[in-house]
């Protein structure tokens, strides 16, 4: 094709360059076929074992001979027939064996590229690209590039979203990043312990089994229960431990970056302008070192962890990166519900509060385990006033707020003519926050 110039001269346009993935690609997409093989299996054991029982040792050969067959050959198959391609406006991906799909990503509607490295990627040199485009909930990835492509692709689509012409894109490189902050593994390993949902599950897991062994003397019912909640014990420690071990948090002009795990390592990117509301949450046991774990909502992502515990005054300086103007308002400034929401709610009513400031509608939560969830007035959707019957018998209402992440938080039991007011008020905040907004550009 070629294009013809403001001086009529006739220039040729580059061609789209197709490229394919890692070539250890095959070996990841051979499982699929063998997991429907053992989906099976589980299903019906019975049925599995009966089958078994009636093959021979040379069918039993051949026939895992000729599924190990059909497993490469679906993995090569798939790889073969997936493409990638950047364009001047755009990132194709080619993917499909039987049914093809085209995906074309705009550019300039990438928000984040994520790399991550599981285990085995990490020995064998790749890493997986994830793409966070506006308007789409699930993430396109390329699965698997080698890890210094992906670096330098992950840094070439970002220099084109933010701006830069093609030709230049590739010498841009990654934006450089300052550190924030790193939590060490020891400090992490004691959030755990001070954590009362490890013990509530590793409780649950080691207590509840043995009942129901006195009470059914079913092995099947035992490991049906007792297996599950062997697995949240173990997710909730052990598997939050492996995948939040320095966990580090570096400033970047393409946003704030998460570098994270220790057997899977993750390189993470929160998106600018997408977080709805950072929550900060205190639980009970680590109040006394002053200890905070900071959440997210963002609109059309995953991320929903911005620090896993950090001091309080440390996490106040991560989130004014995250919600630049924007100050965490002090516990003395909450407003509490009128003294009869104990009707309502007895002894908990004291755990809600809400502060408007000029930046943000602040709303805590929480007794023992407290929350205070931050939004900006600009990420406001929809502002609601909800009242059950009991609450109209005693005038309180409940204000809640819609964010763009499909998220909502509450002011809970506040006096009614207040939670009018504040309706009407949070309505005209949020419209004028969002005209005054500045608009979200990579490497601004």
Not at 68 to 90: I, K, Q
Not at 213 to 218: E, P
Not at 232 to 244: I, K, L, M
Request: with cysteine; hydrophobic share 50%; aromatic share 6%.
């Amino acid at each position: 094709m070629s294009l013809r110039g403001v001086d009529g001269a006739v220039r040729d346009r580059p061609p789209v360059v197709e490229r394919r993935l890692h070539p250890v690609t095959p070996l990841r997409r051979a499982w699929a076929p063998v997991a429907v093989v053992i989906g099976w299996a589980v299903h019906d054991p019975d049925q599995t074992q009966r089958h078994l029982t009636r093959l021979t040792t040379t069918t039993l050969l051949l026939a895992t001979a000729v599924a190990v067959l059909a497993a490469a050959l679906y993995g090569f198959l798939t790889w073969w027939f997936t493409h990638f391609a950047v364009t001047d406006t755009e990132l194709r991906i080619r993917t499909g064996l039987v049914f093809r799909r085209t995906a074309h990503i705009r550019l300039e509607r990438i928000q984040a590229i994520d790399v991550t490295q599981p285990l085995l990627a990490r020995v064998a040199g790749v890493a997986k690209l994830k793409l966070d485009v506006v308007g789409t909930d699930k993430k396109d990835e390329l699965a698997f590039l080698d890890a210094e492509e992906a670096r330098a692709l992950r840094a070439e689509l970002l220099a084109r979203a933010a701006g830069f012409a093609p030709e230049t894109a590739h010498e841009v490189g990654e934006a450089p990043a300052r550190e924030l902050m790193r939590t060490p593994p020891r400090e992490l390993a004691l959030s755990l312990v001070l954590t009362g949902a490890t013990w509530g599950t590793l409780i649950a897991a080691l207590v509840v089994p043995p009942l129901l062994w006195f009470a059914t003397h079913s092995l099947w019912t035992v490991l049906a229960t007792g297996l599950p909640l062997l697995g949240a014990a173990g997710a909730s420690s052990v598997g939050r431990f492996v995948a939040e071990y320095d966990w580090t948090v570096a400033d970047s002009p393409d946003g704030l970056r998460i570098d994270r795990g220790l057997l899977d390592r993750v390189h993470e990117t929160v998106p600018p302008g997408r977080v709805q509301t950072v929550r900060i949450v205190r639980p009970l046991l680590w109040r006394r070192r002053g200890w905070v774990r900071v959440e997210l909502d963002v609109a059309g992502s995953s991320n929903s962890v911005l620090v896993p515990v950090a001091p309080r005054e440390v996490a106040e300086a991560v989130i004014a990166r995250v919600l630049p103007g924007v100050s965490v308002p002090p516990e003395p400034a909450l407003s509490r519900p009128p003294r009869r929401a104990r009707w309502c709610v007895p002894v908990w009513w004291r755990g809600y509060g809400l502060v408007v400031t000029d930046a943000v509608f602040a709303a805590h939560v929480g007794l023992l385990r407290r929350s205070l969830a931050l939004v900006p007035h600009a990420k406001v959707q929809s502002v609601r006033l909800v009242q059950g019957p009991w609450q109209r018998a005693l005038d309180l209402a409940d204000v809640h707020v819609d964010t763009g992440a499909g998220k909502t938080v509450t002011a809970r039991l506040r006096d009614a003519g207040e939670a009018a007011v504040l309706l009407r008020a949070q309505a005209e905040r949020s419209r004028t926050g969002r005209r005054d907004a500045r608009p979200d550009r990579w490497m601004a």
